[in-house]
């Protein structure tokens, strides 16, 4: 069965530990790992999309690599506005396109 | 901003009534989805959109109906809501730059009494 699982599902950081997520997937077919941010009272906003092993993006104090069996998202220097929920979904290969989802990480940045 | 508007944002019904949430896009995309979000879960598949009046399940569809009559709007009918059926729901539709990536509407937070 695909499924993705996310850990922690709550991480508390002070300002500036950096620290990672995890995103650990079973698919059948990957055909991408999307990393999403999501603010309370809001919807997913896009962050990233891996397809294959060894790819790593990047974006201010995010960066989100990849292997076979999961992917990481690195937090660098965390700020309190890095404060959020995380999620990590994947597509299969499968007519529909539809994304599965984890659970989620809830990010905490003390200042 | 992907341009997804949702509607009605905030909904409180009550048990055995219908419910109609609409999601409107401004920009022609092709694939629309509706997802459901509730504590424990992660947001969960309910019914997508690959064009004008095509329509297919996803993972939780039952007692829920949708219609695409237009390009821009993909419409979710709970025709006799549940109190299960209170969730916070996102519209999503499918572009991006390799027309890979999801992007999400602000959601509609249905409670049903």
């Known amino acids: 069965e695909d499924q993705v699982t996310q850990s922690p599902e709550a991480l508390r950081l002070q300002e500036g530990e950096s620290s990672s997520l995890n995103c650990s997937y079973t698919v059948s077919g990957l055909r991408g790992l999307f990393w999403y941010r999501q603010d309370p009272g809001k919807g997913p906003e896009f962050l990233f999309t891996l397809y294959s092993a060894g790819e790593e993006k990047e974006k201010e104090r995010l960066k989100a690599t990849l292997t076979k069996k999961e992917s990481f998202l690195h937090i660098t220097a965390p700020k309190p506005e890095d404060s959020a929920t995380y999620l990590c979904?994947?597509?299969?290969?499968?007519?529909?396109?539809?994304?599965?989802f984890g659970k989620g990480t809830t990010l905490s940045v003390s200042s | 901003d992907a341009g997804i508007t949702q509607s009605p944002r905030h909904k409180v019904t009550e048990t055995g009534t219908p419910v109609t949430l609409r999601c409107h896009q401004t920009?022609?995309?092709?694939?629309m989805y509706w997802y459901r979000q509730d504590p424990g879960h992660g947001l969960r598949l309910i019914h997508y959109?690959?064009?004008?009046?095509?329509?297919d399940k996803g993972e939780v569809s039952d007692g829920y109906s949708v219609s695409r009559s237009k390009t821009e709007d993909f419409l979710l009918t709970l025709e006799s809501a549940t109190s299960s059926q209170t969730s916070v729901y996102f519209c999503?539709?499918?572009?991006?730059?390799?027309?890979?990536?999801?992007?999400f509407g602000p959601g509609t937070r249905l409670t049903v009494l």
């Open positions: 959109s690959y064009g004008v009046k095509d329509t």
């Open positions: 999503a539709i499918k572009g991006g730059d390799t027309y890979n990536e999801q992007f």
């Open positions: 920009e022609n995309h092709r694939y």
């Open positions: 979904a994947v597509r299969r290969n499968q007519a529909g396109t539809a994304l599965i």
